[in-house]
């Protein structure tokens, strides 16, 4: 919980360096957010929401017991907690994959890192969430991989299943308000 209050300090400066290069350089915002994909964005929030969904469900299957499934792929009801973090895995990648794609549309359309201060902080503020979603796929990968490799389905698994589901909420809320933010307050 310390480690995610330091998170959220690192976003807040991040939050607190977007307005104030926004707040001195307007006539640039109006010009450049009319390039961005809102539709898309906003498409791909939803992905990375439902991620979340799938975490979530992951976490009430680790804390009955349920490390994986015991019945078809297809019946749903019989999943365990890797099903479900796999589904969120696949989830957060389609979603830092629609944010290089997004990446690379603003590249062509001559909006870079380098290029101004609102491509600047386009791609800080962004680019460093896609860093952590990254971050969180390879937690779920190492929860995923503990399901196959541990014995027996402890308490320290699903402790471990927990953390890795808190910090998703917490890239999945971060999100949310960067999303309203660079897309929707133009």
Known sequence: ????????????????????????????????????????????TLILVISSIWCQFGVFKAEAG????????????????????????????IFVSGQVFEYSNMFAEGISLDSDAYGSMFYMTTGFHAL???????AFLMIIGRTFTAKKFTHHQVTGAIVVSYYWHFVDVVWIALFATIYLLK
């Open 1 to 44: 919980m310390v480690w995610l209050a330091s998170e959220l300090m690192f976003f807040a400066g991040l939050f607190a360096m977007y307005f104030t290069i926004r707040s001195v350089a307007g006539p640039l915002w109006d010009e450049r957010t009319s390039h961005l994909e809102v539709g898309f964005a906003f498409g791909n």
């Open 66 to 93: 349920k490390s994986h499934r015991d019945g078809k792929l297809w019946q749903l009801g019989s999943w365990g907690m890797r099903e479900w973090y796999v589904l969120a895995f696949l989830f957060g990648a």
């Open 132 to 138: 952590h979603v990254t971050g969180g796929l390879l």
